[in-house]
């Protein structure tokens, strides 16, 4: 069988192995992934280490896409030279080339726990299928595992994720990275008939226009905070003529989920009131315990609030069903309440999170609420989450990137009922 490679792939396939990461993003159906499966394989050859990683959100992902490949995997493209096996480091394909056999193993990578399947294996070279639904704790060991490779080298496909996506600024921004774009004119078997008739559909659509037309980061359709406008929303400190009234903290936590803690300031700025969310201290909730946690919370940065903007807090408002960190932070010396988190909220149609979620958008549309961007706790994982945190396709706010977000709402209702309604 011929294959023909349109002139973007020709020129990925042809690109010199010299820089740590290669990254294709794009369009779906551009011919990304096709013409990286290719890519991974010509490293194969090349490459003088012998054990290599093919790692999607789930296991039978990475074999379905990248192993079997809808018939161009590497599966078939070392076809009569390899074989499925699988030994105590997992599954894995074994492929046998002039220099020796090479094993490609095929994992999982979408689950906090994710990385405890490689630890302690040393890799040549990481394929990251989906990049952006992976763990970011996999990721990053991942990186880890090939750092005595012989020929170090990984690459990544993925659709255009939000431009607020943690794998952007955590990964890409951060490793040697060459980043190839593509649209679906770079896909040679798309017929200029079939994409006369996929952009007549995307036009329809402006998100999806942007995202799947022309290959560009979008912010998810859903986004449940679509009205916080950076411009506006995001500054480096309060307003000129804002007269602090309250200062206070909001917390939540969990055994292994990620711990959100913000600084808040309620102010009377041009007539109304106001809440300045003005630092934020966030653990991604992996291996530091609770007790240490609250150690550096209560020793380091809520110091460092009461001492930058001259003010003791009236209160901290935690996660009712967080007892351990709000036992922790007691033994801390520092006393909490339990947050208010809607759990008895009716109002119209709406109860629950959804009301309390309606009262931050009332908050953002009406001015009354600003992030900081403080220099030593800043705003970056509130930031990161705000442009990721959706419903589903019922309506309800997906459980994913909503630790701040929680915190945040936490934070508002306090200020909310007390001051607004």
């Known amino acids: 069988m011929t294959i023909s490679y349109s002139e973007k792939q020709r020129a990925y396939l042809n690109a010199p192995f010299d820089h740590c990461l290669d990254v294709a993003e794009g369009s779906p159906r551009s011919g990304k992934t096709f013409a990286t499966i290719a890519r991974f394989a010509l490293n194969l050859i090349r490459s003088r280490d012998l054990t290599h990683l093919v790692t999607a959100y789930s296991q039978e992902q990475a074999y379905r896409l990248v192993i079997e490949g809808d018939g161009f995997g590497l599966l078939h493209i070392f076809d009569g030279m390899c074989e499925m096996r699988h030994d105590d480091n997992g599954d894995h394909l074994l492929i046998h080339l002039p220099d020796g056999d090479k094993k490609v193993y095929y994992k999982g990578g ?22 952006d639904l992976l763990h970011i704790d996999m990721i990053q060991e991942c990186f880890r595992r090939t750092f005595a490779a012989r020929d170090r080298w990984h690459c990544a496909d ?61 912010i998810p359709q859903g986004v ?30 969990g055994l292994t989920d990620a711990t959100s803690v913000s600084c808040n300031i309620i102010a009377e700025y041009k007539g109304q009131y106001v809440l300045y969310r003005v630092a934020h201290w966030w653990y991604d909730g992996g291996q530091r315990a609770l007790s240490e946690q609250a150690r550096e919370i209560a020793q380091r940065f809520a110091p460092y609030c009461r001492q930058k903007y001259k003010m003791l807090e009236s209160c901290w408002k935690v996660d009712p069903a967080c007892k351990a960190l709000r036992k922790e932070l007691e033994l801390c010396r520092i006393f909490t309440d339990g947050a208010d988190n809607n759990g008895r909220d009716v109002k119209g ?16 549309a009406d001015g009354r609420f600003f992030v900081v961007d403080d220099p ?8 990161q989450e705000i442009g990721m945190y959706c419903v589903d396709d019922n309506g309800n706010p997906v459980d994913k990137y909503n630790h701040s977000m929680d915190e945040m709402r936490y934070a508002n209702n306090y200020f909310y009922k007390r001051y607004v309604l």
Request: proline share 7%; net charge negative; with cysteine.
């Open 224 to 253: 449940i905070y679509s009205g916080f406008d950076m411009d506006k929303h995001l500054i480096n400190e309060p307003h000129d003529g804002a007269r602090p009234i309250e200062m206070f903290f909001a917390a939540d936590a």
């Open 349 to 364: 149609n709406k109860k629950g999170i959804a009301v309390g979620i309606e009262y931050a958008q009332s908050a953002l």
């Open 376 to 383: 030593v706790y800043g705003a970056q994982h509130f930031m």
């Open 158 to 218: 993925l659709n255009p994720p939000a431009p607020m996506h943690p794998v952007i600024e955590q990964v890409f921004n951060v490793q040697d990275t060459r980043w190839t774009h593509w649209t679906i004119k770079d896909n040679p078997i798309i017929t200029p008939e079939r994409m006369a008739e996929i952009e007549a559909v995307c036009a329809k659509n402006p998100y999806l226009y942007k995202r799947d037309w022309l290959g560009e980061r979008a």
């Open 110 to 131: 979408g689950k906090v726990d994710s990385r405890k399947a490689i630890v302690g294996i040393s890799l040549g070279s990481v394929y990251f299928c989906e990049i």
